[in-house]
């Protein structure tokens, strides 16, 4: 069973950053693709980013593209999203979530989640 637990999320105004977090424990963490999943009001969760489980490789949802991007830290069993040119529609709870093997963008492929963080960003 793999815990996972995001940090970071607040209040920014447009064009602002923020660095989320997401740290795990009770799994081989690079055993795991890793993938950030976000959910504004309403009942899709929206893919965001995905990366592979030695960090080689990374995907984007076309909304974030060239603002927002996921790393990972395999020592530290952690996984990052750095947000930069924050918008308002980037408002929303973001969770991270972790897949056995291969990436993918499917939230439902996902095995498991943390409790979600959220980000505001006012106009």
């Known amino acids: 069973q793999v815990q996972l637990v995001e940090s970071g999320g607040g209040l920014v105004q447009a064009g602002g950053s923020l660095r989320l977090s997401c740290a795990a424990s009770g799994g081989t963490f690079s055993n795991y693709a890793m993938g950030w999943f976000r959910q504004a009001p309403g009942p899709e969760r929206e893919f965001v980013a995905v990366?592979?489980?030695?960090?080689?490789?990374?995907y984007y949802a076309d909304s974030v593209k060239g603002r927002f991007t996921i790393s990972r830290d395999n020592a530290k069993n952690t996984v990052y999203l750095q947000m930069n040119s924050l918008k308002p529609e980037d408002t929303a709870i973001y969770y991270c979530a972790a897949k056995w093997g291969s990436t993918s963008s499917a939230h439902h492929e996902f095995d498991y989640w943390g409790q979600g963080t959220q980000v505001t960003v006012s106009s």
């Open positions: 990366i592979r489980r030695n960090g080689g490789s990374t």
